[in-house]
């Protein structure tokens, strides 16, 4: 567990300075002893008194060699001392020491989850998955490679993260990756993303894999990597854009689902599968099940595999059969009166 604290710098630089302190013990041991001809105790406490700069008197009268070498000790030893304390100080009093706690505390998290998400990458489209996650409760861990980002983003958020390179199988393993039911890679370079769907595909060859893609040639070394879905964030953009003047009222719409245009009542949607659906409304009529009048809500579409694809506004006839997977159109309160009415799914 303790080699996650080596990715945290002020961590390190508290190892660095507790060995500055050791090593230059061990310099004024061997120094007194060779010089002065000191025993070990007598040289361990001559070293100790100079190091803490207390002041006793020296075991034996120094002589020019001794008085010499004290002199560049004591010198050393001020500029050791400062940034030990220092550095100490930092550790303690700014906060880094609940850090090591909380590291610990989400690693102990990070090896009891089953299921989970796993995103690659804090960026801005790793943070915009992180945050949706967290509103839809899914359990999800973060890998990062950036300490600066881990202590500005992962851990004031209180995210869970292992920090290292995604790429590498231990750290993907350190993850969860067998145990996870997902993974969203969201790394600048193609490439990376390339090598974890490659790496994550091999160590769970039943996870779904969404990958980021910057350009399109990369977009089919994804899919045969093992990828699932790729998304392309610019274009997405540029398109968005583009339908702002084309198709100003659908995309205000499509706002108004995803929570991106600042309104105060949002409206939402939900999926809900036949496993999730309680066995008294199963292999019933969506007529019968008359979810408009009991909660608000609006079944809009509904999909099957076999059916390959969606049924949008299915008719009342439609039964909801095995396999089946519900799209519910609705605001907050009507999609939580659905999930209590109809589902096994905690509101």
Do not use: W
Not at 98 to 117: A, G, M, P, W, Y
Not at 264 to 276: A, C, I, R
Not at 332 to 340: A, N, P, Q, S
């Amino acid at each position: 567990m303790l080699k996650e604290f080596f990715y945290n710098k002020n961590f390190r630089r508290l190892i660095y300075a507790i060995l500055l302190l050791f090593l230059s013990l061990l310099v004024g041991c061997a120094g007194y002893c060779f010089i002065e001809g000191y025993s070990l105790l007598e040289a361990f406490y001559m070293s100790m008194l100079t190091m803490s700069t207390v002041g006793f008197n020296e075991v034996r009268q120094l002589s020019q060699a001794g008085q010499l070498f004290t002199s560049l000790y004591i010198l050393a030893n001020i500029i050791i001392f400062a940034y030990a304390v220092s550095v100490i100080a930092t550790f303690i009093f700014e906060g880094e020491l609940q850090k090591i706690f909380k590291t610990i505390i989400s690693d102990k998290k990070v090896r009891e989850l089953e299921n989970h998400i796993i995103v690659c990458g804090l960026g801005r489209n790793g943070l915009k998955a992180c945050e949706e996650l967290r509103r839809s409760d899914q359990p999800f861990v973060i890998i990062e490679n950036d300490e600066d980002i881990v202590d500005r983003v992962a851990v004031p958020e209180n995210f869970p993260c292992v920090p290292g390179d995604a790429t590498s199988d231990e750290v993907l393993k350190s993850a969860g990756i067998e145990k996870a039911k997902c993974i969203i890679t969201t790394l600048s370079k193609d490439a990376d993303n390339v090598f974890i769907s490659l790496t994550a595909r091999e160590l769970n060859p039943s996870i779904y894999i969404i990958s980021r893609s910057s350009e399109e040639s990369s977009e089919k070394k994804l899919l045969r990597a093992g990828a699932d879905r790729v998304v392309m964030p610019d274009a997405l953009g540029g398109l968005h854009m583009a339908q702002l003047v084309t198709k100003p009222y659908v995309i205000e719409f499509l706002d108004l689902l995803s929570g991106v245009g600042g309104y105060t009542e949002k409206l939402m949607l939900e999926e809900v599968g036949y496993h999730n659906v309680l066995h008294s409304y199963r292999d019933k009529s969506i007529s019968e099940l008359d979810v408009r009048k009991n909660t608000g809500a609006t079944i809009i579409a509904i999909t099957d595999r076999s059916r390959n694809g969606f049924q949008f506004n299915p008719s009342g006839s439609t039964r909801i059969t095995e396999g089946v997977v519900l799209i519910i159109l609705g605001k907050k309160g009507e999609i939580d009166g659905f999930r209590k009415h109809y589902t096994n799914i905690s509101v």
